[in-house]
């Protein structure tokens, strides 16, 4: 099992920066990519970057991409976003996800995970 527990998030205004980081506890063999989702009432639950734990490859949504970057510490059991130049399409909730190293799927779609942290709300104002 691995239970996942998201800080960081926050209001700020267009063009500012916020990181926000998940820490993963239990067995970090319990999983390999983990990343962030993010989500808003009137959309689907959007894949915005991922890491993978074991070969530290990374994976961005275009909308986020040279803007946003996912890293891990060196004990590999918390990862960090760090967004810069946000826009107000940005906001929402932002989900840790982890998903098993059996799992299969596009490592962007949510149905690839199957631990999920509570959220963390960001808020973008222009």
């Known amino acids: 099992q691995v239970e996942l527990v998201e800080s960081g998030g926050g209001s700020v205004q267009a063009g500012g920066s916020l990181r926000l980081s998940c820490t993963a506890s239990?067995?970090?063999?319990?999983?390999?990519?983990i990343g962030w989702f993010r989500q808003v009432p009137w959309k689907e639950r959007e894949g915005v970057a991922m890491?993978?734990?074991?070969?530290?490859?990374?994976r961005y949504a275009d909308s986020v991409k040279g803007r946003f970057t996912i890293s891990q510490s060196d004990a590999k059991n918390t990862i960090f976003l760090q967004m810069n130049e946000m826009r107000p399409e940005d906001a929402g909730v932002y989900y840790c996800a982890a998903a098993a190293p059996a799992r299969t799927g596009p490592v962007l779609s949510s149905d690839k995970y199957n631990y999920w942290g509570r959220g963390t709300l960001v808020t973008v104002s222009s």
């Open positions: 890491i993978n734990r074991i070969v530290d490859v990374v």
């Open positions: 239990g067995p970090t063999y319990n999983w390999a990519w």
